[in-house]
């Protein structure tokens, strides 16, 4: 099955003690968009000016991307830059320029508004929610957001959240959207709104997903020995999350387990270098030996092997999610 | 085999939102013994005052832990006062009144002398080499420590751990001790210095622990609903964790990983209640009901059932540690 992601399109400058980059290629969609494509076939909702260099676009086309959506208009691209405190936990934004994304509609191309699975990416709800209105009958929609939006658009975030089968956010800002400090009780708190998985990113710590059932599962992060950006890991985990979620046969706590290790697999490589370089030149071994290690500091047999389900073979249309 | 333990006796007096106590059961020696009775047999070294409640006394024989080695001297009991902010993540001493144990010299009676197991709770580097010289023939030292020893004696710190099998810090400690703030890096310094397994608690985020081979292994924890009081939470991890490997036939990468398993079930009740009350009331039943709960967090199946070692068996002398 085709994912939609749809988000922000970015020119990112960073600096962590490891480095800098200027301009590079960002935004949660790129971010989500490039992960899932490791998993599925992906359409891409979103805005780039006339600055966005053609090379950018030719990495997304080469990952099979489809970019009708993506608007290019005149103008230039949104822009962000930040920079990370030595223990990469810290970013300080310096700057920030909506340029284009000020205005910003997404619009969904025809060929799109039949896919099942959407990733809406974290932009403003009122935006995530024209992008749901727009898919004729979608069977999984995720949706992520940050403080910016929860501090802001509480009421249309709540609003948003009733559409929303899947929901992602940090453990801080899980924390303020539900204005409560144990996570088993924040969880319980968004659950009631709508979604019925709740997905808690805690970076170096792992993830906790919590299931409307009641039921729940953690897992650790992958200990890495180096960090060198951790720019866009939640988008690269989601987009993972959802472009595995798309290609499973059926949507259960398996397959949601499964989604979740595959997200933080592809977290874990992404903070490995700046931008998405580590991700251009990952490889299905790379996957696959990852997949490895992540069984084993489960404390699991490493002797479990486990195989991505085939594109090509034809997918059952997936259960409802638990609930 | 039995298991010493030496440590802190303590009369506790702490606040956190959710309530308070006053001159309770508490301290390092106290936590472990107690956690490690579920376990394995415990012989107890430390000291307490005159003051010290004869019905605390009564508790720890209950769970037959042997007190020769608990020094009961003319003079108060350490005790120690500390307030848990909100989120339970940081706790202001308010107060510590050494006492008798400013003069602490652990003594281990010639009956203990010939312990196989021992845990060297939270206490001076240079007690904890006072203990490891009188036993006879250790075959796992685990040893504990805290940020006010890695600041004032991280030399004889240093010294200790080239006799140490099995080291625990939390994760702030362990960057600390290492200046390092990358665990896996860290990890590395503290397993040069002698120490074959190196633990690094957590807390909420649960463990990751470190063997010399190079291998590694994360938990998360149990995510609770109620967490009360979180002071001893990691000497009744390491209490569980030795106890636990005390009782194994084989040291090996699976016991150590169910130690860690048993440590953070036994650490995930103490914390639901003050002082060492719900691990007053525990059951077997819930020992079981958790450890069945760990499996499903972490996505296994729930029809793996584990069933602890029985402790009348005839137990085969431990493999040395994995190096």
Redesign the interface.
Known sequence: MRLLVVGSVALDSVRTPFGEVKNALGGSAVYAAYSASFFTSVDLVGVAGEDFPSEYLKLLKERSIDLTGLQIKKGKTFSWSGEYA???NQCQTLSTCLNLFKSFRPEVPPKYSDDKFAFLGNIDPELQLMVYRQLKNPHLLAADSMNFWIERKKKQLVNLLKYIDLFLLNDGETRDFSNE?????AAKYVLSLGPKIFVVK?GE??V?AFLKNG???????Y?????ADPTGAGDVFGGALMGYLARCPKLN??SI?QGIIWGSIMASYNVEAFSLNRLLTLKDKDLKKRYQEFK????RSSSVEHQLPKLDRRVQFPSPAPN
Not at 181 to 185: E, G, I, T
Not at 215 to 221: I, V
Not at 296 to 299: D, E, P, T, V, Y
């Open positions: 030595s223990n990469l400090y144990n996570l088993r009780k805690k710590h792992g906790i039921s729940f599962f953690s897992l650790p992060a200990p890495l020995k180096i960090i706590k398996t387990y084993k500091i489960g404390g």
